[in-house]
């Protein structure tokens, strides 16, 4: 087809103009009926789109158009499409295109046409009706669609994970995702490109689902046709939430009481529980978010049994990066597996750019935003809640053992252990009389989740808490953390659990606060950073 396609464009250099749109039925093949019906095509091409159409069959008095093209065309006008619906030995039915016309009907796109319009009636020999539905595509032949939007619905944005992979085949548009709550509607809203002479009025775009149609007015202006309305095609959420890979629609225009088909069009659907926020803590809600939220909630209808499934992978300590691209490995998401560990939102968690070798592993903020940002995307409100100390600067998370005779009984700071650290000072920023002012980090943290300590410690860190991974005994000293609360209930995503309120959090997950002292020895004068700590008092609120 496309060496027959370049030969008629290439010879047909030098055709001559003003030729009547005509059939020609050389051998009786076509009927009076069948010739009427495709003349009246024919005529439609012309006035729709100003192109000359001459349709061809193979006849004993002339076997030898598709061996003489060049010849045959050599007296026609520019702008002419030659349709030959009839086998010729060797060949398959066919477009010739005059080469004014190639940016408007490529070969591959003429391909399809015979394919899809000519191809299935040729094999069965109605050569009538295969030539009739050939000649009837190029009406719409240089009409494109351009793109399809949701207007009220929310656009999501791609994630930092750059493996994703949407299901796109040739003829799927690249549209982006869309997220809308359910019992609601969609409104897809085309722009179709449309190249020649306006199109008829009234026009009307038609839209095809699941065997059901829909239609409504469409306006031509500047090449491009739309909806009269852009909201003027709705279709059903439905009545849980869910995700769809490719949600097809067939498009086509129609007028003068006739249709013609165009393309069909595949896009990712979320629907979500409740309508999603637009922003989160750190930017646009993106794909990952959407997807976990629509997948593991996948037919729920109410905000309870919708958190749980939520919450459900954070609770078992093993959330795998697959969970938000289905196209990711099965590596889960840890906490604090790395004494350097950076990420503080999702996306730094996310992207392995960022730091390669500390993917996936993330501080509390990573996974409290990461919790917090699915739960927005599902629709269901909620906020970070920040813990630190009431006093002191540093908390300690279950569990430690705290000796019996602690160095300082009856001080404020009992128990007290000396970390043989890397202190790093860090710029706080600059005061009114232009002096830096600067705070240290006192790094107790050895590889394995170990601590240095210069002498025998007051308060020892013991295998406690699990965190995400599952990491057994993650690093357990912080000046703050963050949890997610929704409503009245604190999740802390970083371990799994889930509190009533901060006095429970406390309770069960505190269990000392510190303070750091820097203390020069009067002898030798070294300085030694001392930690104090005071055990977490059950009832006596330890942190705000």
Known sequence: MKQRLNYCI???????????????????????????????????????????????????????????????????????????????????????????????????ALQQLVQQHILPDYARSRFGEAARKGVAALLTAGARLQQVTFPGSIPIAEEPLPQWEHERQA????????????????HPAPVIRWTGP?????????????????????IYAN????????????????????????????????WGGQEYPLDTSRHEVFVTL?????????????????????????????????LDRLWQPFAELYVPIRLFNPQRESAPLTYYKN???????????????????????????????????????????????????????????????FTDTPSFPGAIY????????????????????GVVKMDTVVDMRLPGHRYAWLETPDVADMP???????????????????????????????YGRVFPDLPAWEDNSLAGVGVFNRIQDPITGQEYYYLFVQKSKNGIPDTK
């Open 198 to 218: 306006p199109p008829a009025s009234p026009l009307t775009i038609v839209m095809r689902h699941l065997g059901n149609q829909y239609q409504a007015p469409a």
């Open 339 to 401: 004494p350097d560990v950076i990420a503080q939102t999702d996306e730094f968690l996310f992207d392995t750019a960022i730091a390669p070798q500390l993917y996936l592993d993330g501080q509390c903020g990573a996974f409290a935003t990461t919790f917090i940002n699915i739960l927005w995307a599902a629709g269901i409100d909620s906020d970070r809640k920040s813990i630190s100390p009431i006093e002191g600067r540093l908390m300690l998370i279950q569990q430690w053992a």
């Open 10 to 108: 290439l010879l047909s250099l030098l055709l001559p103009h003003l030729l009547a749109a005509t059939v020609e039925d050389y051998a009786g093949i076509f009927s009076l009926g069948e010739q009427e019906r495709i003349s009246n095509r024919v005529s439609a091409v012309w006035q729709a789109r100003q192109w000359q159409v001459l349709v061809v069959t193979q006849s004993s008095a002339q076997p030898q158009i598709t061996q003489n093209l060049a010849a045959y065309l050599a007296s026609r006008s520019a702008q002419v499409v030659l349709v030959l619906p009839v086998f010729y030995a060797g060949h398959e039915p066919g477009y010739y295109v005059s080469p004014d016309l190639v940016s408007v009907l490529p070969s591959t």
């Open 464 to 494: 406690g808490l699990p965190g995400q991974g599952p990491v057994l005994n993650p690093y357990s000293d912080f000046s703050e953390h963050q949890l997610v609360a929704v409503g009245a209930k604190l999740f802390d995503p970083s």
């Open 274 to 306: 409740q309508q999603p926020a637009g922003n989160t803590l750190d930017g646009n809600l993106r794909k990952e978010h959407f997807y976990y939220a629509c997948t593991q909630a996948q037919g729920s209808r109410t905000v309870a049994s919708t």
């Open 171 to 186: 003829q799927h548009l690249p549209q982006g995702a869309v997220a809308s709550p359910l019992g609601g509607w969609l």
């Open 223 to 254: 090449g491009e046709i739309r909806l009269a309305v852009d909201t003027a095609l709705r279709l059903p959420t439905g009545n849980s939430v869910r995700y769809q890979a490719a949600l097809p629609l067939t498009w086509a225009l129609a």
């Open 414 to 433: 009992p128990y007290v252990n000396i970390p043989d650290a890397r202190v790093t000072y860090v710029p706080l920023g600059t005061t009114l009389e």
